[in-house]
Structure formats: structure tokens, C-alpha cells
């Protein structure tokens, strides 16, 4: 009889069972034995049987590693003490196999072989070792060239969507920006010196992939300043149906219905079999790209619009990125960015409260004042609208003379 | 003594060495894509070149088990390349047309359903959860698990209004920032940690475990004549934090921790602008090993917005239309006066309008 | 200007000081150093220096108490 009745249940079924594989992992490693055991006990008890550690590391780093220890060593010693190692992605998430086929001899044979990929910033998150197999990780790691991901008041991992390796969507190319900037900020990647943490995520258009603009202290999504590029022919092809939008079952397009009638800015028209769009009204919301891809294209004049502030909710509650800086050119050695983003880190080094979020600071000192130290004008696109309260703190008074 | 330089600060390996020819080829120079079945991608570069992505499920807590098999396939039919999605699913690349049946002939026979691209509902992201996380109020890989077992059709297939994306976060630090997901399935502290007075003193720094909240609800108190803290229990809100620096706080239990639902949420900018989820059910029993109210709760969500839902809407601009009185109605869900907002700006959430629908 | 050796020593002593009462972080730590050498004699860029230097010969070490801390060497977690 199995001694995981509980944890059993999760084999059955469609979807693939975590389950099932962390078994037949563990008939080769003991970590993942005890494990198991201890999931079963928290789906017994109905309560987690782990504690935070907090103080391991590899020499130097300050982040990349989290200490995890259970609450029951005695019970399942294999899993007492069972820490993660976050390991820099390549960008956009791609590997070859003999690269990853590496990581999994590594992981074989200082860790429990258990792996998210990928944690919720982007890292490799690999599951479960102990302190003394850091040091020998760190080296091995490095020695095949990776490095790795942050943790606690540190810049976090950048990550970003696969952009222009294979999506015709992207206005910029995320991966090379978040290849440059992980490596040019990889001390404040390292060596944790913020009031909290900082998450970068590059989205190379306004679909927004990786969720930057929920899951990001600063969102660099992709965009374009020119027109929509337009192909009639193809328009045409989808208004007879020999093109169709694949991503539904039923994928016929009515032009009028689905497209035209769709665009939140109304600047679409469609009349005698012709598409015509006023691009000075177009707000960039991708509906119309989005449906019919062979036929409408991003413009060639790419750039990104820069936000500043997502947060989940502890401690003031939940915030969505919101705009600094509408557009920006995007091209290496991406100065004007970086500079940009010397000016935040400063300002908020010397104002951000313990354990506040940038986003948070924003609010606190209000964002028009915050735009004005960090060197930008105040501008409508920053806003959904101006202020209907009256409480002004005016800054200028004049003065009798 | 200084110990011996290492090699640090060289970063992640660069990414050029992960592409397949064919990607590397196309880099930047891609014209269109079409989605020709559940799954299954089709880029075309400028120069006409093709090539087809297979997208396959993947529980995100995976082993070297597994990531070596995928690996072997990756290997059979990719030339020794694949990727991972933002969403946790795994991608293969190939620009040979006849490879791409063979491979999904190969993954189904791994277990590995094909499937989460266009109208349908993409891969769960989660956190931790009981497997690894010390603040989870309720398991993650579980209830995804669970959840997606009851619609798994609905992956590998495109037959919904829109794209629908699920979240699980196990507690409300949200590492897996849900907020903004079609569903968002949310794992929920309710009560203050409790204090184990015997054990607090000898455990725990005092002036650390005050410091931790960051409500300052913890205060230094003698209890029993033991140096111990109090906590003022209407600030706390559940975050778990003085239970990672003072293993004698705990923060989950078992009897009140549960899990609720909140819907609506999206954040790409397209027709609308990125949204909050908002509350739908504020409180689920925590049921493992297969937390039936959560999985039937979200299917019938997902259910009545497949059929009530006009083309393109995403849930919350289906919401958005109808409006919440009759999305409570069309679900059968209970409205309670949690689902009223009490926190910062909660005036901005009241109806101030006549606009009501009889 | 003061020296790489006495901002390590400044740091250091403090560190110790607050051990067991006080989690220090590093943006407290830096204003704190500045404050207490003077603008002039001492930038930010200096005292990440100092840190990196205590940190690279373990004298202190990070710790993590929701953000990120700099204390003294000690066993570890909550192992026990």
C-alpha cells in the first residue's frame, strides 16, 4: 500500500501530473522521497511544512539563492533543509538541448532534479539542495558560463518575450535588451542595495506577453510611432474568406463587425471594399494587427513606451505599471534608457521607505512630484485624467514687493 | 585571509547560442503568422522561409526526468533546440513540415497535451504552494493540476470567445501576480499568526520579528513573564512575513485558510486597457487533495462566459458589458458585503449613476 | 577623505552594534556612513566599495528579513 494516498489522487487524470513525475524521480534520489512525504502530510494537515531561512548564499552574492527549511527534519530528513537556486535564463527562454542536458546532470548531481521552469520573474528555479553544495554549483555554473538570478532588495532577472527571434508583433527587440541590461546592471543583479525589489520585463508589443505591465516595476513594451502598415490585397483575402483569423475555431473575419466596429478609437473604416485607417487617432491597441496578421502590420518606426510601478498587493495594495515616458527609441547601447533609469534608482535609494516598492514611493509623494526629480515634463499621456479634487499644494506664491 | 578570486558577474549565456538555424536565420525578419490548428504556430520570414512551433502543456514543476525527454524530442525533430513560454508551456521549432504530426504523435504518447494557443485557455501559472513555500495558505501544483484535469478540452482546443488566462497564487504576497488574469484562483490566509509564547523568545529576535510587519500590528509584550510580542489583530492582514523571520508565529490554519476566486482581469492593451480581476467568491474550503468546489466553481465560470460571451471579449470586457448584477446572476453567485471594496479609493468602485439594468 | 579602510571599520562596528536588536539595510547603511563622514569625504560609490570588500572577505554577510540585510556571519537560518 502507498504511504501517499492523498498525493496519489493528483497521478490521475488529463493534464501532466507533477505527481507522477517527482515518483519516478524519486526512485534515484532521496530528496524527492521525503518530498513526497511531506506534501502528503501538508494534504493531511491542510498547512505548508516549510519555514523560511533566509541566511545561505554563495560568497559575494547577496542574491539567487533561498534558504528553505521543514518544519519535521526528524520525520523527512532528506528534505530538512531545501533550498532553491535561481539560475539567469538565457533570454526569451530558448535553449539547446545540450545546454539544458547540462543543467540536468548539474541538478542530478547537487539537487533533488526538481525544476520550475521557470519562476515567476523568469529565472530557472531549480528545487531543493543544501548549503554545502552551493559553493560547488556557483563554480561548476560558472565555469559553463551562467551566472545567477536575484533575490531580495536586488534588481530581479529581466526577462522578456521571444520578440523579434519569432514574432513579427515586436517593435523592438527584447531579447538583445535584456541580454545588455543584465549584464550592465549585474552588480545591483548581485549585490542587493535597493529599499526593496526591482523587476524589469520587456514585452515587445502592446499584447504584452510577459505580462510586464501587471508584474513589473518598470514595463518596456514595444510600439510604434508611424502608421499601421496595411496590405489591400490580403484585406481582401480575408473579406472573402481564403485568409482567416486561425486563432479561433470559426475563424472567418467580417470586416465590418470584427474589426472596424471592434477598434475602441473608432479611426477604422470599411467601405466599397476598402480599409481605411486614421492612424493619428490610432491608439495602438493591436485588435486589428492581432486578427488579421497577414494583412496589417506594426509600423517600422519602433520604440517603447516606458511604465513605471506594478505590484502585487502587500503592503498598499495592487498597482499596473503607468506611463513615464510615451515613447523612447530603443536601440543599443539603449543610453537614453539607462541613464532614465540611473535617475529612478537614485531618487529612490534616498527616498523609498524600507521595503517600498517604486510604484508605492510614486504614490506616496505623489507622481507628479516624482516625474519632476527624475527629470521628465508632466504630460497628459501620463494620466487617464487630471485631478477633479482641489486640494493643489501650489509651490509659487508672489510676494509683496 | 581573502579567499580566492572566483569568477563571478558573467551572466546568463547569450541567447544566440540557444536559437535554431531557422529562428536565427528569420531573426527580426518575420512577416506574418497563422495558428493552423490547436497548437500549432506558423511563422513566415520576409524571405518566405516557414517555421512551424508545436506547443506543448507542461506542469512547470517538472524534473530532469521529464526535461531530459523533452530534450530527446527536442533533439528528434528541432535539431537540439526548444524554448519555454512566458506561460510555462514548451515550444518546438522546426522548419520541416513533416515533422510536425510525427511530433505530436510523440508528445501525446508522453502525456503531454498539444494545445493552449488562440481562443483557448493557455497554462495555468501558479507559485509554490505546500511544495515549496512557507507563507502558502493552500497548495498550487495541486489545484492547477486539478483545474486544468476539468479543462483540458478547452486547452487543446480554440473554441471560446477569447483568450482565457488562469492564475493560481497560493497567499496574497501573489508571487505569481494574479491580479490581472481572466481567473484568478487565490489561496487566502484569514486569520493573525498565532504566538507560541514558550517557544518565541528562545526562536525569535524580538526587535527583527516587530520590525517584520509592515502594518506594525507586532508589538513587544511580556506574556506569562516570558519576553514575547503581541499582535494587534485588526492591522494584520496575512501576509506571513513575521512568520519568515519567527518560525513560532504561524501564520496558516488549517481550519480558516481557503482559497478565492476573482475574474475579469487581462493585461494586454488590445480593444481595452489592461484591468484589476476583481472578487467573485470570496471564500472556497481548502479540499485537497482535489478541491472539487474550486475546479467546479471555475468551470462554471468559464462555462457561462463561453456561451454568454460575444466574439473577442475577454471576460472582463464581457463583465464590463453586461455588467456585475447579471454576471452574479448568469454564474448564480452570491453577492456578499465583501465583495463591497473597503481598502484605498474604494469610493472610486461605488455606483454613483442611475444606470441600472431591470 | 576617508579611507576604504575606515568606512570597512565605520560599517563594520555598526553592524556589530546593532546585532540582535536592529536589522540594518544597505540604503540605510550608506546614507548612515555619509552622514557620519561628510559628504565631501565620502560618496555612494565608496561605500559599496567598503561593503563589497566586507562582504567578499565574509566579514558581514546578506541576510533577508523581507528585503535585504547586511549582518554579522552566523549559523544557519532557521535550521534550528
Request: net charge negative; with cysteine.
Amino acid at each position: 500500500m502507498s504511504n501517499t494516498p492523498l498525493i496519489d489522487e493528483l497521478v490521475k487524470g488529463p493534464w501532466p501530473s507533477f505527481i507522477k513525475d517527482i515518483k519516478r524521480t524519486a526512485e534515484k534520489n532521496e530528496m524527492c522521497k521525503d518530498l513526497l512525504n511531506l506534501l502528503e502530510m501538508s494534504y493531511r494537515d491542510k498547512k505548508t511544512h516549510w519555514k523560511h531561512g533566509g541566511i545561505v548564499g554563495v560568497r559575494g552574492y547577496g542574491g539567487g539563492i533561498i534558504g528553505r527549511y521543514s518544519d519535521s527534519p526528524e520525520l523527512y530528513p532528506g528534505v530538512s533543509h531545501f533550498h532553491t537556486v535561481r539560475i539567469n535564463q538565457p533570454a526569451g527562454w530558448f535553449y539547446s538541448t545540450s545546454a539544458l542536458r547540462y543543467i540536468c546532470d548539474l541538478w542530478e548531481k547537487h539537487g533533488s532534479g526538481l525544476t520550475n521552469l521557470h519562476g515567476s520573474t523568469g529565472d530557472m528555479v531549480m528545487l531543493g539542495t543544501t548549503t554545502e553544495h552551493l559553493e560547488d554549483i556557483f563554480t561548476d555554473l560558472s565555469e559553463h558560463g551562467w551566472d545567477l538570478g536575484g533575490s531580495g532588495s536586488d534588481m530581479r532577472t529581466p526577462s522578456c518575450c521571444l520578440g523579434k527571434s519569432r514574432c513579427e508583433f515586436a517593435c523592438i527587440d527584447t531579447m538583445a535588451i535584456c541580454h545588455d541590461l543584465t549584464n550592465e546592471w549585474q552588480d545591483e543583479l548581485h549585490r542587493p542595495a535597493f529599499p526593496y525589489k526591482f523587476k524589469i520585463k520587456i514585452a515587445g508589443c502592446p499584447n504584452d506577453c510577459v505580462a510586464s505591465i501587471a508584474r513589473s516595476d518598470c514595463s518596456i513594451i514595444g510600439t510604434w510611432r508611424d502608421n499601421i502598415r496595411q496590405d489591400d490585397a490580403a484585406v481582401a483575402k480575408y473579406a472573402s474568406g481564403e485568409l482567416v483569423y486561425g486563432a479561433r475555431a470559426d475563424g472567418k473575419v467580417d470586416i465590418k463587425a470584427d474589426v472596424v466596429d471592434k477598434c475602441p478609437t473608432g479611426c477604422m473604416s470599411y467601405e466599397g471594399g476598402k480599409l481605411s485607417i486614421d492612424n493619428k487617432n490610432c491608439n495602438r491597441c493591436m485588435h486589428c494587427i492581432n486578427l488579421m496578421p497577414q494583412a496589417l502590420r506594426v509600423g517600422v518606426d519602433g520604440g517603447a513606451t516606458i511604465l513605471l510601478g506594478a505590484k502585487a498587493p502587500i503592503v498598499q495594495g495592487a498597482l499596473l505599471s503607468s506611463v513615464l515616458v510615451p515613447f523612447i527609441k530603443m536601440d543599443p547601447p539603449y543610453e537614453e534608457f539607462k541613464e532614465l533609469i540611473g535617475r529612478i534608482w537614485e531618487f529612490w535609494d534616498e527616498n523609498g521607505e524600507a521595503r517600498e516598492r517604486i510604484g508605492e514611493m510614486i504614490v506616496r509623494i505623489g507622481k507628479g512630484n516624482f516625474v519632476e526629480e527624475v527629470g521628465c515634463d508632466p504630460i497628459p499621456e501620463m494620466i487617464c485624467e487630471p485631478r477633479s479634487n482641489p486640494y493643489i499644494f501650489y509651490e509659487e506664491y508672489f510676494e509683496e514687493e | 585571509m581573502a579567499a580566492p578570486k572566483r569568477k563571478t558577474d558573467i551572466g546568463p549565456p547569450h541567447y544566440d547560442q540557444m536559437l535554431h538555424p531557422a529562428i536565427k536565420a528569420n531573426y527580426g525578419k518575420w512577416k506574418s503568422h497563422q495558428n493552423l490548428k490547436p497548437g500549432v504556430l506558423m511563422h513566415e520570414g520576409e524571405s518566405g522561409a516557414k517555421v512551424y512551433t508545436v506547443r506543448g502543456a507542461s506542469a512547470r514543476l517538472i524534473s530532469i526526468t521529464t526535461i531530459r525527454e523533452m530534450c530527446d524530442l527536442a533533439d528528434k525533430y528541432c535539431d537540439g533546440f526548444l524554448r519555454y513560454t512566458s506561460r510555462n508551456n514548451v515550444e518546438f521549432m522546426t522548419d520541416k513540415e513533416a515533422n510536425v504530426e510525427p511530433l505530436i504523435a510523440d508528445l501525446k504518447a508522453m502525456g503531454v497535451p498539444v494545445g493552449g494557443t488562440g481562443s483557448s485557455i493557455s497554462n495555468i501559472v501558479h507559485t509554490q504552494g505546500w511544495v515549496h513555500c512557507h507563507s502558502s495558505a493552500t497548495d498550487a501544483s495541486g489545484v492547477v493540476k486539478v483545474v486544468m484535469d476539468e479543462l483540458i478540452d478547452y486547452f487543446t482546443s480554440m473554441s471560446l470567445p477569447a483568450h482565457l488566462r488562469i492564475a493560481v497564487a497560493c497567499c496574497l504576497n501573489m508571487c505569481g501576480a494574479v491580479h490581472c488574469s481572466d481567473i484568478a484562483i487565490l489561496g487566502i490566509h484569514r486569520t493573525p499568526p498565532t504566538i507560541d509564547h514558550d517557544k518565541l523568545g528562545n526562536m525569535c529576535e524580538i526587535p527583527t520579528t516587530v520590525a517584520s510587519c509592515p502594518k506594525a500590528a507586532i508589538r513587544p509584550a511580556m506574556v506569562e513573564g516570558k519576553q514575547s510580542v503581541e499582535v494587534i489583530e485588526d492591522l494584520c492582514m496575512y501576509c506571513g512575513n513575521c512568520y519568515t523571520v519567527c518560525p513560532a508565529m504561524p501564520i496558516a490554519n488549517p481550519l480558516n485558510d481557503g482559497i478565492s476566486i476573482w475574474v475579469g482581469g487581462k493585461v494586454s492593451n488590445s480593444r481595452t486597457k489592461p484591468m484589476f480581476s476583481k472578487l467573485a467568491i470570496p471564500y472556497l474550503p481548502n479540499t485537497p487533495p482535489r478541491w472539487p468546489e474550486v475546479s467546479d466553481a471555475v468551470k462554471n465560470i468559464v462555462e457561462v462566459y463561453a456561451r454568454d460571451a460575444k466574439k473577442y471579449e475577454r471576460v472582463g470586457e464581457w463583465i464590463n458589458r453586461i455588467g456585475w448584477p447579471q454576471f452574479f446572476e448568469k454564474t448564480n453567485l452570491e453577492f456578499t458585503k465583501y465583495h463591497i471594496d473597503d481598502f484605498t479609493l474604494a469610493s472610486s468602485t461605488y455606483n454613483s449613476s442611475t444606470h441600472i439594468k431591470f | 577623505m576617508a579611507t576604504v579602510e575606515e568606512v570597512k571599520d565605520y560599517i563594520f562596528k555598526k553592524v556589530e552594534s546593532y546585532a540582535g536588536k536592529k536589522q540594518v539595510k544597505v540604503p540605510q547603511m550608506t546614507q548612515d556612513v555619509i552622514e557620519h563622514f561628510g559628504e565631501d569625504n565620502c560618496s555612494k560609490k565608496d561605500v559599496k566599495e567598503a561593503l563589497r570588500e566586507l562582504i567578499d572577505d565574509e566579514k558581514l554577510v546578506y541576510g533577508y528579513f523581507g528585503g535585504t540585510t547586511i549582518e554579522l556571519p552566523h549559523k544557519e537560518g532557521s535550521a534550528n
